[in-house]
């Protein structure tokens, strides 16, 4: 998938079982976070992006993405709600995962409102070398969007816990 082309459309269930499909968002800015329960890194990032997530949201969705194969429902529903997520959708097969090529958790990729893809990789600079964030990637690309503009970083290196693909 390549920035400033449409991302296909899909499917997925929440954790209820309750079918989520990315066009049902067009005409908001959607954040597609792929998520885990058990990353530090998805831990730390989410709180940061609830705080951004506030003033976003009349405009913008997340849709955090649960694809670890060696995740259980109840402890993706259980880390879902001590960490007031809206929303976990269950990737259990690791086909969206896959369509985005998603390596990571977090990795995070921001859609326009016409579902072109704008944004992709890291949500703020935080490595293994340098451990407190001074920018926040994922803040820029959708600051821009919503200023009707570009984001001028459009991708950076996704950092955080490897996907687990097969248990």
């Known amino acids: 998938m390549n920035i400033n082309q449409p991302v296909p459309d899909f499917e997925l ?5 309750n079918t989520h499909r990315l066009s049902d968002h067009r005409g908001r800015i959607v954040i597609i976070n792929f998520w885990s329960c058990e990353c530090p890194h998805s831990e730390r990032t989410d709180k940061a992006i609830l705080s951004m ?8 969705t997340m849709l955090s993405i649960a694809s670890n194969r060696n995740e259980t429902v109840e402890a993706l529903r259980e880390a879902a709600e001590s960490r007031r997520l809206p929303q976990v959708l269950h990737d259990a097969d690791c086909a969206v ?8 958790t977090p990795h995070v990729f921001v859609i326009d409102r016409e579902g072109i893809l704008r944004y992709r990789g890291s949500v703020d600079d935080v490595t293994f070398r340098q451990r407190k964030p001074t920018r926040f990637f994922l803040d820029e690309a959708v600051e821009s969007l919503l200023a009707g503009q570009f984001p001028a970083l459009t991708e950076s290196p996704a950092y955080g816990c490897a996907i687990v693909r097969e248990v």
């Open 13 to 17: 269930p929440d954790l209820n079982g």
């Open 53 to 60: 997530f506030v003033q976003w949201q009349d405009d913008v």
């Open 97 to 104: 995962a896959n369509l985005f090529d998603a390596q990571t």
